[in-house]
Nanobody, 127 residues
Framework: QAQLVESGGGLVQAGGSLRLSCAASERTRSSYGMGWFRQAPGKEREFVAAISWSGGSTYYADSVKGRFTISRDHAKNTMYLQMNNLQPADTAVYCC????????????????????WGQGTQVTVSS
């Protein structure tokens, strides 16, 4: 399993932007589809976005569609989440996740496919 380390969280005002990074410690081939989840205090973990091995297919939660962009760089073994127009409701701990199973290049993993998880990075949006 890949070991995943997130970075890029912080405190930002409403309307601001942040870019999260998720670095995989092993070769990318142990992290095929990847994704981002978040968990706010007192709430269950929720899916944010996912990306295929190829990077050509993505999927977003309705709550972030049009504001967040997921991407990946195989040369750097890193996945990103560009978050624009952040709102207080986006405040949460953001975790990245990886699926170690390969289906096909453009397969976007479902929430239940992920087997490796990072520790998370805090994102706080002030009003």
């Amino acid at each position: 399993q890949a070991q995943l380390v997130e970075s890029g969280g912080g405190l930002v005002q409403a309307g601001g932007s942040l870019r999260l990074s998720c670095a995989a410690s092993e070769r990318t081939r142990s992290s095929y589809g990847m994704g981002w989840f978040r968990q706010a205090p007192g709430k269950e973990r929720e899916f944010v976005a996912a990306i295929s091995w190829s990077g050509g297919s993505t999927y977003y939660a309705d709550s972030v569609k049009g504001r967040f962009t997921i991407s990946r760089d195989h040369a750097k073994n890193t996945m990103y989440l560009q978050m624009n127009n952040l709102q207080p409701a986006d405040t949460a701990v953001y975790c990245c996740a990886a699926d170690s199973k390969y289906y096909y290049d453009d397969y976007v993993p479902h929430s239940t496919d992920f087997g490796s998880w990072g520790q998370g990075t805090q994102v706080t949006v002030s009003s």
